[in-house]
């Protein structure tokens, strides 16, 4: 999973991943019920490094950004239930 993910973050937007967090694997309920592993990186990429080629949009954002985000009710529930705590320290 870890060597897809970094193959098509490179594809996609130019970036070499260093050292991604896993996070979890989450079913999209929001959209088509797929199972999809989440994955985050700390630090190490600013938004002069990206480059898009593929996709609607990415971009760098410091974590008191996230809650403003336009994003898919999938990907805010995400952030909310499982990266947030992780951050925050809170994790279970």
Do not use: C, K, W
């Not at 967090?21 to 190490?44: A, N, P």
């Not at 974590?63 to 809170?90: C, K, N, T, Y």
């Amino acid at each position: 999973m870890e060597d897809a993910l970094r193959r098509e973050v490179i594809e996609e937007t130019g970036v070499v991943v260093q050292n991604p967090i896993f996070l979890t694997d989450e079913i999209d309920h929001e959209g088509d019920g797929r199972l999809i592993s989440l994955y985050y990186v700390i630090g190490g990429i600013g938004p002069s490094d990206i480059d898009l080629q593929e996709g609607i949009g990415v971009g760098v954002f410091t974590v008191s950004e996230l809650g403003d985000l336009d994003i898919s009710p999938f990907v805010r529930r995400a952030i909310q239930s499982h990266l947030m705590p992780v951050l925050s320290g809170s994790e279970p």
